[in-house]
């Protein structure tokens, strides 16, 4: 199956900008809906964007709407969140997955296989 690994995470101000990506290896990557999750200390894992197969459809939650976009690029088998107006809220180790279908959920149950996490923390 596949296996992915994120990168792109750090230190930002509130109001910033960053950019995470999660490379993936193994299976065809285009067979696979991807998202991302967060999780902050003492918290639940969260749902925060994916995107569908072929990048025709994403879904956002309320939290994150407007201020990020994912995207994905078949070819480098990498989906990608950019992150904007960052806020001290938006501080959470960040995970991708990856799930067996072709339309973006927001369920962690959809997805199957999941990366070790890069860390993001938004100061003020």
């Known amino acids: 199956q596949v296996e992915l690994v994120e990168s792109g995470g750090g230190l930002v101000q509130a109001g910033g900008s960053l950019s995470l990506s999660c490379a993936a290896s193994?299976?065809?990557?285009?067979?696979?809906?991807m998202g991302w999750f967060r999780q902050a200390p003492g918290k639940e894992r969260e749902f925060v964007a994916a995107?569908?197969?072929?990048?025709?459809?994403?879904t956002y939650a309320d939290s994150v709407k407007g201020r990020s976009i994912i995207s994905r690029d078949n070819t480098k088998n990498t989906v990608y969140l950019q992150m904007n107006s960052l806020k001290p809220e938006d501080t959470a180790t960040y995970y991708c997955a990856a799930g067996d279908a072709a339309l973006p959920s927001a369920l962690g149950s959809s997805y199957h296989v999941w990366g070790q996490g890069t860390q993001v923390t938004v100061s003020t």
């Open positions: 193994g299976r065809t990557f285009s067979n696979y809906r």
């Open positions: 995107i569908s197969r072929v990048a025709f459809s994403t």
